[in-house]
């Protein structure tokens, strides 16, 4: 959600290589952008001034109001009830034990991604919680979505949890995001969140086109075994990220 969409398609366009659709009126102003003809995300203006600017995460269900259910249940919050968005889909907005905010998606028309991975498309999301929520948080996305997961702790030297679907099996090539955990020695009014990453093809260079853009860099460009990423915010202050993929992951 921004404040100034058009604003937004600039900033996208050009570091993404997006281009946009007509504005949807029936979807509270949704644009989508497309990648080669293929839907990668949307923008939507925010309806309150007071609303923070940020990407949100749509985590897909066949079932939204058991889904929703099952949310209060383990002992998450359901927001906004879920509610109809035409014949494109239902969706409602919940918070995890932690705190960190996300959307379920329950598909119509629109059924979501149709590139990821690729450069200027979706690559991952991950939710970042605090040390003392992490098992809360570790049980409630496995009561609610089933999630089969991976401890990748070792790999990469710090506490982090990858998710695949339920009934997929637990590699890298089913992976869809994960659990982090917040470093002890962040801001105490940093909320849990989640961080959504695009691919790029280069990622110093989409760093380097950012700051051109009127954004800016949070974390540097960072080796990983998966690939190099860089934490960024956006010329309207809405924090992602980008990742370059190493060949092969």
């Avoid at 093809?201 to 860089?230: K, N, S």
Wanted: aromatic fraction near 10%; include cysteine; glycine fraction near 12%.
């Amino acid at each position: 959600m921004l404040p100034d969409v058009a604003a937004g398609k600039r900033f996208y366009g050009e570091l993404l290589g997006w281009s946009f659709g007509a504005t949807d009126p029936g979807r509270e102003g949704y644009t989508t952008a497309t990648l080669d003809g293929k839907a990668v995300a949307g923008l939507v203006a925010k309806p309150d001034g007071r609303m923070p600017t940020d990407w949100n995460v749509h985590l897909s269900t066949s079932d939204i109001a058991g889904a929703a259910d099952r949310i209060r249940d383990a002992g998450g919050q359901v927001i906004m009830d879920p509610f109809a968005l035409g014949g494109a889909g239902a969706t409602a907005v919940a918070a995890d034990p932690g705190g960190a905010v996300f959307q379920l998606w329950q598909p119509g028309t629109m059924k979501g991604f149709e590139a990821t991975g690729t450069p200027g498309a979706y690559a991952w999301a991950e939710v970042h919680t605090r040390s003392a929520d992490k098992e809360a948080v570790d049980t409630f996305y496995d009561a609610v979505f089933g999630f089969v997961t991976s401890d990748l702790t070792e790999v990469l030297g710090e506490d982090f949890l990858r998710w695949a679907p339920r009934g997929e099996p637990a590699d890298e090539a089913h992976a869809i995001g994960g659990r982090a955990l917040i470093a002890a020695d962040a801001p105490e009014e940093l909320p849990a969140h989640f961080l959504l990453y695009f691919a790029v093809q280069d990622c110093d260079e989409a760093v380097r086109r950012t700051a051109r853009l009127g954004g800016r860099t949070v974390l540097e460009p960072t080796g990983t075994p998966f690939g190099r990423h860089a934490v960024l915010v956006d010329d309207q202050g809405a924090f992602f990220a980008v990742i370059a993929p190493e060949e092969g992951h």
